[in-house]
T-cell receptor, first 112, second 113 residues
């Protein structure tokens, strides 16, 4: 089983739609969780950290379910500029705080 | 614009060549990383330096040799690479601690012929 698994998509949605991505992780002792965004042929950029209580940043909401070992990202009122690949990132217990493992990414395409 | 600078942006090398990738950051970050990314795949961790010491080597072949001359610089020395090593090589940096936020450079797109 992969350490971090995501639905690869693509998710094709119209502008204004709400879309949700899920990510599962294999190691229940994983410590930190993040969502990164990667545009085509660009470097990944941090979108948001994921906290146990859930957190929101504008149109983006991230949640963590430790019991089921999954992380979610909800995007409300999708914009064309949200089109990108969304990478789930996990810090497993081995390797210390500097080891971050990336999921394969979920591709989002927002159309007019 | 990214605050982590990587050079060169593109590199083509033969299997017998020796070349180096360079990475520089001036954000005072004390952890620096090399990731490898193939097309349509996620970044794969190769090496981590923490306070200029190698802390993680993800069983990377010895034809890849990292070096951290100081807290701002990170190199990746390449020798006798294979065509399957062709990929985007991403450098990243972060503050050490419990909440790691990676700042990536634009990457070096490497082609091995």
């Amino acid at each position: 089983r992969k350490e971090v698994e995501q639905d690869p998509g693509p998710f094709n949605v119209p502008e204004g739609a709400t879309v949700a991505f899920n990510c599962t992780y294999s190691n229940s002792a994983s410590q930190s969780f993040f969502w990164y965004r990667q545009d085509c042929r660009k470097e990944p950029k941090l979108l948001m950290s994921v906290y146990s209580s859930g957190n929101e940043d504008g149109r983006f909401t991230a949640q963590l379910n430790r019991a089921s070992q999954y992380i979610s990202l909800l995007i409300r009122d999708s914009k064309l500029s949200d089109s990108a690949t969304y990478l789930c990132v996990v810090n497993p217990p081995s390797g210390g705080y500097n080891k971050l493992i990336f999921g394969a990414g979920t591709r989002l395409a927002v159309h007019p | 614009d990214t605050e982590v600078t990587q050079t060169p942006k593109h590199l083509v090398m033969g299997m017998t060549n020796k070349k180096s990738l360079k990475c520089e950051q001036h954000m005072g970050h004390r952890a620096m990383y090399w990731y490898k990314q193939k097309a349509k795949k996620p970044p794969e961790l190769m090496f981590v330096y923490s306070y200029e010491k190698l802390s993680i080597n993800e069983s990377v072949p010895s034809r890849f040799s990292p070096e951290c001359p100081n807290s701002s610089l990170l190199n990746l020395h390449l020798h006798a690479l294979q065509p399957e090593d062709s990929a985007l090589y991403l450098c990243a940096s972060s503050l050490p601690g419990t909440e790691i936020s990676l700042h990536f450079g634009n990457g070096t797109r490497l082609t091995v012929t």
